[in-house]
């Protein structure tokens, strides 16, 4: 085979690699970022005073007031549509 040939089947093979590699320092990033982000929302919340009932209460009044439904899925069925 031609020896070209054999160095770019193993600079793709490097690229494919390095790749996968930074896809999953992403993935790990991206569950870091929403740990933080859903630490914040609680803090958020609990620090309101509210209980989860009056929470409840709100939200859904700010759903009918503005009419923007909040969307229902999980946050692994999001992660899974990437």
């Known amino acids: 085979m031609n020896p070209k040939i054999n160095r770019i089947d193993t600079e793709i093979a490097k690229t494919k690699q390095k790749i996968s590699g930074l896809q999953a320092h992403i993935r790990e990033l991206e569950q870091q970022k929403t740990e933080l982000e859903n ?19 709100v ?24």
């Open 39 to 57: 630490t914040d929302i609680v803090g958020l919340v609990r620090g309101s005073g509210m209980t989860s009932q009056e929470l409840s209460a």
């Open 59 to 82: 939200l859904q009044a700010f759903r009918e007031k503005s009419g923007v439904p909040f969307p229902t899925f999980k946050q692994e069925d999001a992660e899974n549509e990437k």
